[in-house]
Every structure is written in structure tokens, then in C-alpha cells.
């Protein structure tokens, strides 16, 4: 679209509903996708001009992958995923193995984050789904149902989603302020290159035979690596405890002389590959307090995906979880008929939001299990796999579309009643948002994770 073009006059009350959606991340190509199957016209603006192979390996779990298949996506996404069948799970100073799991109970498919954001970009175009690229969006107007570019030139949409990242200008406008980062004590080194650059690393040779994942687990730090294509690429990522200042940025480049020193000790199967890595990215890990709410005062612009609710890395979750979000903001859409949009994001808010809480912090739960699991073992004291093995399972069955039919009489006839009303619950109380999630045995061990809508077999508690 050239900038002269006026493209966008308000949608006719009698045509197919517009739904505008700010970002081409993955998240706000799925919601596109979803929107689309359900008989929306669909426009996305994206800021960036050229999309290039950015990041490094994602997750994409079978609760995401059910619904991309609907959408016709599924064999190329298998495709780029890591082939290993099982992950091992190690000691940090000598590689013992600690616990082996199959790979779909942690991400599902493990793959380049650039390739599966390629294949969604590839399928968005086959639907005929303008992507708007170099168009930043710079203002919203939530009476209006408007974005304003950044060249000045105003659209409307009977919905607007906000699927802008973690940076989201979206969330400002639905929160009313400013949403800050803050520290979350963590930051990664992430490093991803050919495997060529280790060829004449003999220590690590196993890792490059063939796919595989592992991960090293130490006292407050652990590194997760994973070959992508069959070994041609290589994958580390190492989670520690930080506390310097954060920017927040995918690209913020790493002192790898500090890499070294972190490695210090560690099995020398990894830390031999880490030592020769030519560079890395210092990515800060930053903590955002869920929202009260994802959808703004005229319940016309929604949030999606990173910025209303980003994963950490150990949950694996983000995209999966953006996904889910756009399937049921869609099938919401749909439930609620033309006119109803404030009906449809309500509802949607409030069936998403307990899920993505407990898939957020099962993130955390890992992660401090891991890096606690070894600091009080006796010598010679074995640890219980079970107490360091991911416990994400409960995750992959769910059918985020069937849920919100099954849930939508009850949950939309609440939100029908609170607009009524015009008393809005938020998304949690006074108490705080949920936090707890982990299922324990008359022991105290960790035996799973499940929200807490599920029911917990007997003799576990939450
Ligand atoms: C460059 C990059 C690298 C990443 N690397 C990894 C990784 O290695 N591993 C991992 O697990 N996750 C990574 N992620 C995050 C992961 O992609 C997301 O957690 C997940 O896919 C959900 O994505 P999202 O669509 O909500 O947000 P994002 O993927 O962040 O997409 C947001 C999109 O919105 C666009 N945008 C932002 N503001 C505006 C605006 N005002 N107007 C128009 N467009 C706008 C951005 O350019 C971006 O394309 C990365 C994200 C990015 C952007």
C-alpha cells in the first residue's frame, strides 16, 4: 500500500465486519488467520518494512497445533520442529542425566522462530490477508474505533486487536498508563549459529550427531540447548540471575567473555561448544504483572498474545498460547453476531485469562525448580526425577475452540448482565491474580500442574 493510497473507508454497516489488527508477530498472524475462517475481512499494519529470520528456536505445542491445522497449516510447521523424541535433563558440572522426558510433554515442536513466523506469513498471503508493512500505528482511538498511522492517516474496524508485542502502545491505551518493566531477577544469553562453528570442538561432537535437547540444570542458572534442521543449526540458551539494569530488546548483544566466566566448571560437552561461540544476545527477562484487563473501555480494541500476556522461556507457551488467544477472540466474535464486539471481547478476556496465568506460571515453577533442585542434596542423596521434569502435559489436550463453545452460553450471559450494569468485573480481585498451580502428593512432591478448573486426582492437592 503506498502512502498517498487511501485505503479503508469505515466498514459498511451491511458488509462482512473489519477487524484491524496492529502486528505481524505470530500472534497477530493467527488471530488473523482464525478472524478469517470466521468471516471477518481482515487488515493487519505491521511497522517493521521486512520481516527477517529473527530469534531463535520457539515452541509450538499440540494446543496450538490443533488450530493452525483448521487453518490450514500443519505438515510444513512438523516439518521445522526439532526431530528428537526425548529431552534429557543434566547435572551442570558433569552431564549426568537426571531425568529424560518425551519432548512433547516440555514445547512440542522445538523450531526456528523465523521459519514458523515464514510459514504463518506464507499462509496469511494465501488467504488474501493484506499485511500493511512499514505502517506503524502511532494512536488509538478507542471512541472511534480507529488507528492512526504514523504517515497520519486514520482507519476504522468494528474490532481493533492490539497483537503489538511486549512493547505494546495498545496496552497503554487499554490500562490508561504506562505498564512498565520491571526486573525479574533473570536474564538470558541466547546464542544461535551453524553447526559448522563447532566442527572442531571434539567434546561436543554427541551433540551434533543427530536433533537432540538437553538441559543442564545448576544452582540458581541453567542452559537449555537444542540442535534445529538436523544439527546444521545450534541452539544455546543460558537462564541466570541478574540484576543490572534492564532494557528490554530482543536484539541487546552479549559480552561473551562474561558467558565464559558464567560456564566456568560446567560439563565440558556443553561448555566447550559455548566457550567458541563467536557471539550472543543478552536478553533481560523482564517481570509484567498480569493485567485487570486485556479489552479498553468501549470493549473495542483487545489485546493479544505478548501484550497482554508473554511467557517465559521455560514455559514454552507464547506462541501456543497467542494462538489459542486468537482462536477464541475469533470464535467469540462469531458467537456474539454483528453489533455485539464489547460482548465478544469481554467473554473472551474472561475465558482466556485463567489458563494463560497457570501456562505463565508453570514457567515460573520450572524454572525455580531447576534452579533449586540441587542446592540441598546431601552427598551422594539421589534426586526424584519427577521433581525436576517439566509438567506442561496438562496443556496439549485442550481444544481452546470447543472450550469457548462450551463455555459460551454461561460466560456470556455473566458478561451480558455486568454490561447491563456497566459493573465490569476485572480479570482478578483484590486478592491478586492466581498463583498458585502446582499439584503435590501427601509428601509435598510435585506430581503436575493443572489449573485449577481441572479436577486433581486423589490424594493430590494444589
Ligand atoms: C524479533 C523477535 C524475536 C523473538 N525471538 C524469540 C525467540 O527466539 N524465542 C521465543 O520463544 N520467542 C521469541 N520472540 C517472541 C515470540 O515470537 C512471541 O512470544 C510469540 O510469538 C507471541 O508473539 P506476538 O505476536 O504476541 O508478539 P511479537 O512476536 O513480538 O510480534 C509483535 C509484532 O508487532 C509489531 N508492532 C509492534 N508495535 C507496532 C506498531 N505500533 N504498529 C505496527 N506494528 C507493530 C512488531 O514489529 C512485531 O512484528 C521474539 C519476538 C520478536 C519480535
Not at 186 to 208: I, M, T, W
Request: charged share 25%.
Amino acid at each position: 500500500m503506498s502512502s498517498s493510497e487511501s485505503i479503508l473507508p469505515r466498514p459498511p454497516a451491511d458488509g462482512p465486519q473489519r477487524v484491524i489488527i496492529v502486528g505481524a508477530g505470530l500472534g497477530g498472524l493467527a488471530c488473523a488467520m482464525a478472524m478469517h475462517y470466521q468471516g471477518f475481512e481482515v487488515v493487519i499494519f505491521e511497522k517493521v518494512r521486512q520481516f527477517l529470520r529473527l530469534g531463535d528456536s520457539l515452541g509450538l505445542g499440540e494446543n496450538a497445533l490443533k488450530l493452525l491445522k483448521r487453518w490450514g497449516l500443519h505438515d510444513e510447521l512438523i516439518a521445522i520442529g526439532n526431530k528428537s523424541p526425548d529431552m534429557h535433563i543434566r547435572r551442570w558440572h558433569d552431564g549426568k542425566i537426571l531425568a529424560t522426558q518425551p519432548l512433547m510433554d516440555m514445547a512440542g515442536y522445538i523450531g526456528h522462530r523465523g521459519d514458523y513466523h515464514d510459514c504463518f506469513i506464507k499462509r496469511v498471503n494465501q488467504l488474501g490477508i493484506p499485511i500493511h508493512m512499514g505502517h506503524e500505528v502511532v494512536e488509538y482511538n478507542d471512541d472511534e474505533c480507529s488507528v492512526t498511522l504514523k504517515d497520519g492517516r486514520t482507519f476504522w474496524a468494528d474490532l481493533i486487536v492490539g497483537a503489538d508485542g511486549i512493547k505494546s502502545r495498545a496496552r497503554e491505551l487499554v490500562l490508561g498508563f504506562q505498564d512498565k518493566p520491571k526486573s525479574s531477577g533473570y536474564a538470558c544469553y541466547r546464542a544461535f549459529f551453524k553447526g559448522d562453528v563447532l566442527r572442531n570442538v571434539p567434546e561436543c561432537q554427541s551433540l551434533l550427531k543427530e536433533d537432540c535437547v538437553n538441559i543442564w540444570i545448576g544452582e540458581d542458572m541453567h542452559l537449555v540447548q537444542n540442535t534445529l534442521r538436523n544439527g546444521e543449526e545450534f541452539n544455546w540458551i543460558i537462564t541466570h540471575k541478574d540484576t543490572e539494569d534492564i532494557k528490554e530488546s530482543w536484539f541487546q548483544p552479549g559480552n561473551m567473555d562474561d558467558v565464559r566466566e558464567l560456564i566456568k566448571g560446567w560439563d565440558e560437552t556443553i561448555a566447550s561448544a559455548v566457550r567458541v561461540t563467536p557471539s550472543c544476545l543478552d536478553w533481560k527477562i523482564c517481570y509484567r504483572a498480569p493485567l485487570p484487563t486485556w479489552v479498553s473501555k468501549s470493549g473495542r480494541i483487545a489485546l493479544l498474545g505478548d501484550s497482554c500476556h508473554p511467557h517465559l522461556p521455560t514455559s514454552a507457551q507464547g506462541a501456543s498460547q497467542a494462538t489459542e488467544s486468537a482462536a477464541v477472540l475469533a470464535l467469540c466474535m462469531k458467537l456474539a453476531g454483528r453489533g455485539n464486539v464489547p460482548l465478544a471481547t469481554r467473554v473472551y478476556e474472561k475465558l482466556r485469562f485463567d489458563r494463560v496465568r497457570q501456562s505463565q506460571l508453570s514457567g515460573e515453577d520450572l524454572r525455580n525448580r531447576w534452579h533449586n533442585a540441587l542446592k540441598h542434596l546431601n552427598d551422594g542423596e539421589d534426586l526424584d526425577p519427577d521433581d525436576i521434569k517439566i509438567k506442561n502435559r496438562w496443556l496439549y489436550p485442550f481444544d481452546a475452540e470447543a472450550d469457548t463453545r462450551e463455555r459460551w452460553p454461561e460466560m456470556s450471559a455473566k458478561v451480558k448482565s455486568e454490561l447491563e450494569s456497566g459493573n465490569i468485573t476485572p480479570l482478578f480481585g483484590e486478592e491478586g491474580p492466581p498463583r498458585v498451580l502446582t499439584v503435590r502428593d501427601a509428601y509435598g512432591k510435585v506430581k503436575d500442574a493443572v489449573p485449577s478448573q481441572y479436577s486433581v486426582l486423589p490424594g493430590l492437592t494444589v
